[in-house]
């Protein structure tokens, strides 16, 4: 009597009859469904946030009364809203702004005539690199010290790290960016505390060809080594203002997490064969803790595009956060509408990314 084995698939065998199959074509289409899923949702969260902006700037009235009441006449008033068409009903006005920003037209902000779409490149770059400094800040102060803390669980270096955290997601951002000036703009004077460089950078940016608005690349393209040493040097302060409040989060997260990771089954069998604690925190625990920093990234570039707006403020950062502040003051409802549409944009479409990579290092969360 012969018995057959049946061998496995990857040594040429044949599955058994009835056996779960797995194909990369399957995990492939299942991935494809998820990003195609979670990238139509941008359309309806872009389109609810607009929706309600709209409609909460036009409570207190109509966008030209609101900015230039007061300094205009009755009459001179009314021909301005009537030439603008904020005289017509509110929904006519909605879908023609609608229909506006399908083909990319934000408007003209009412305080200085200027488009809003050149507004938004003209500043937005210089948000955006702040933001990606914070974000380096944040993960330099995350990762490391939330492994420090992991390391030595309950015991001194733990306990001052997590109250370090603690501070440093509670504390306000506007009051760490005062309190950075006070001791680096007085006490001890080694880094500048407003503008994004300093006057000679700024005449040397002004004329630079086809400029990114990112002046640390535009001082790379024209190899001005001078000019990207003064505005690092301009970042520092903004940016480490603005990564702590997203910094504390990172280290706690990275701590419980790799808490977690540290018990599991396979790192205790490390332990047993005499792999070593730092081969074992940092090649093999700490991927799985990073997992949860990269599904919350998105929420948390979001508050970072918040406290941008204290945080250019604080500094003199020209970027949108600083704009923005400036056309709330002058009560522009025009500029401030397209900034925040523009941020809503954002905030959305770094979810995506965020969705993407989180898919691809945890197949868990397509399902």
Known sequence: MSTTVALPEAAGGAPEPGAPVSSGKSAGSGLLRYLV???????????????????????????????????????QLAERIEAAGYDRPLLVQYFEY??????????????????????????????????????IVALVIGVPLGMLAARFRDRWPDAVLRILAILGYATPVFFAGLVLKLIFGAFWPVLPVSGRGSSSTELLMSGVVAPTGIYSLDALRIGSMPAFADVMSHAVLPAVALGLLTGGTFLRLVRTNLIGTLESQYVESGRSRGVSEFRLVTRHALRPALIPIITVMGMQVAMMLAGAVLTETTFEWNGLGYQLAEYLTARDFVAVQGIVVLLAVVVAVTNFIVDIIAALIDPRVRY
């Open 98 to 135: 609608m229909g506006g920003l399908l083909r990319g037209d934000f408007g003209t902000a009412i305080s200085d005539g200027r488009p809003v779409t050149q507004i938004l490149l003209q500043h937005g770059t210089a948000t955006l690199e702040l933001v990606f400094y914070a974000v």
């Open 37 to 75: 899923i979670r990238f139509l949702l941008i359309i309806p969260t872009v389109w609810i946030l607009t929706t309600l902006v709209f409609f909460l700037m036009r409570v207190t009235g109509d966008p030209i009364t609101a900015a230039l009441g007061g300094r205009l006449t009755p009459a």
